[in-house]
């Protein structure tokens, strides 16, 4: 449960802001305010329902920022329907097992449906007018796990401060799963679609507000996310058709996306939506209600996690098929169309990007998909993944041919790539893992740049292959964020994320600090000079981002086609 607000004592560095003084705590070099409300408590008849504001005096006039609020209530381990069949030995279950003892593994056990709660971190001994740019995190966990308690973000900070550039870093608990990202045309009709979109927008709008009493600057707020959070980056750009003002001032000047750009999807009332909302309120026992909205919201936490878990999930055969993710609603100016038309409209924030991929971005998403063994077993999978698209069949057929499929000869092609004959587990899994991580990610990150850099859009876009040769996963999705958040002194990814980003957000160009060892020029995106940054083990380089054109080719020419 969330610490009640009569129950924190005040301690350590402080902030005022409009609802009364902010305490928090200081630990080496760093002052850390954790878990401040940003917005009332979405439970009882405000559970799936916009975020209100939180904007009550604080009892006594003082709140301890003390410890981390709870992660909001978390989907991602739902793990029903797995075909292991053709899989050896316990590959599924050790991969799983190491995600439920890596920081997503702390968010299970620590969760509440009162979570909409923001943490501010800067360098010690800031004060109000040092006016500090701002990098806003929303972390990742395919819409349905992750916790802003995640990381800390003060390795980022220390390096800021160590290139005489100091940062101040805030993450923001946002709404997952049902909670977040139920659809279907009720709540389109009540104007509550993408609720978790809503949280992080009111969370940017709070940094707008609060953020200069802490020392920051609200007109240099850079927002970074991976993943979900990456994907949720690019859909800022976009909502109110692009429009990021909020008291006539941008509520941010640039972004950074690790894993993830646009999601091409269906509209909120589609049937494919519509067929969650009704599985959800079946499960729920609201079926034969006269306002099914109000009988979920009469449900216990307990009753309706149950309910919004009755659903695939993320590591279900569906995989990246998901039932919980943004999708446009018409009927709202807040996010009306889906992203694909949205860019190629130009109706989007042009602000300065970094957006990047891990090269194996498919492998831990391709796991349970044992039965697989066919190239037509292959196809009508993918093909599943677009009801609304009649041309289905035909398009993943072509598709699913530029990616070979050769086991006769023991060359399966695929993912993780540069690997030969080795780690395929099933006998589609290579071309799986290489086909999703394409379609979610990788090359759609190509298509989205080809996009919006030919709209003026200055951008830098990356490739990591510092974990080529794990087993199985290669260099996996999700692989970068630890190493992102870790000591710059010892890692050198650490130091090349950190370096670059700190950069890119005091400068809005990830070289302006200098690129000295391991650093290299990177040289901005275009698509008449389309290089990427690579991240590797023991170096970092440059690599034309030409790999796969023939598929790059195939799905840029059918974007919309691929609307989940």
Partial sequence: MAVPLEDRQAAGPTATIGNGVVTGTTSGGIDSFSGIPFAQPP?????????????????????????????????????????????????????????????????????????????????????????????YWIYGGGFVAGWSAMYDGSNMIKTSMDLGQPVMYVAVNYRLGGYGFLHGKELAAEGNTNLGLRDQRLGLEWVADNIAKFGGDPSKVTIWG?????????????INGGDNTYKGKPLFRAGIMNSGSIIPALDSSSAKAQAIFDRVVE??????????????????????????????????????????????????????????????????????????????????????????TTNQELINYFASYFPANPN??????????????????????????????????YPQFKRVAAILGDLTFT????????????????????????????PILGTFHASDILAAYGNSATSLQAKTFQRYYVSFIT?????????????????????????????????????????????????????SSFRV
Avoid at 51 to 62: E, K, L, V
Avoid at 324 to 343: G, H, Q, T
Avoid at 521 to 542: C, D, F, H, R, V
């Fill in 43 to 135: 439970v009882g008849d405000l559970r799936l329902r916009a975020p209100r504001s939180y904007s009550a005096p604080f009892p006594g006039g003082t709140y301890a920022a003390t410890k981390p609020a709870p992660a909001c209530p978390q989907f991602g381990f739902q793990v029903d329907n797995l075909d292991t069949s053709n899989i050896p030995g316990s590959v599924v279950s050790d991969v799983l097992g190491e995600l439920l003892n890596s920081p997503i593994g702390a968010a299970v056990a620590n969760s509440d449906e009162d979570c909409l709660y923001l943490t501010v971190q800067r360098p010690a001994g800031t004060t109000a007018n040092d006016s500090l740019p701002v990098l």
């Fill in 226 to 238: 991976e993943s979900a959070g990456a994907i949720s980056v690019a859909d800022h750009t976009l």
């Fill in 283 to 372: 499960a729920a026992g609201c079926s034969s209600a006269s306002d099914k909205l109000a009988c979920l919201r009469a449900l216990s936490q307990q009753d309706f996690q149950r309910a919004a878990t009755s659903v695939p999930g993320i590591f279900d055969y569906s995989s990246l098929n998901l039932s919980y993710l943004p999708r446009p609603d018409a009927s709202s100016s807040f996010f009306p169309e889906s992203p694909d038309a949205a860019v190629l409209g130009g109706r989007f924030s042009k602000v300065p990007i970094i957006v990047g991929d891990q090269e194996d971005e498919g492998t831990l998403f391709s796991l349970v998909q044992g039965n697989i």
């Fill in 392 to 425: 289905a069949v035909a398009d993943m057929t072509g598709l699913a041919a530029l990616y070979p499929n050769r086991p006769l000869i023991g060359q399966p092609d695929g993912s993780p790539f540069r690997t030969g004959p080795l780690n395929n587990i």
């Fill in 443 to 470: 090359l759609t990150r190509r298509a989205y740049l080809n996009i919006v850099t030919s709209q003026g859009v200055k951008a830098w876009s990356y490739l990591s292959t510092f974990a080529y040769g794990t």
């Fill in 507 to 559: 400068q809005l160009d990830p070289n302006a600090l200098g690129n000295a060892t391991p650093l290299v020029n990177w040289p901005q995106w275009t698509s008449s000079s389309a290089q990427l940054l690579e991240i590797g083990a023991l170096k970092n380089g440059l690599t034309p981002d030409t790999f796969r054109s023939a598929a790059y080719k195939h799905l840029a020419a059918r974007v």
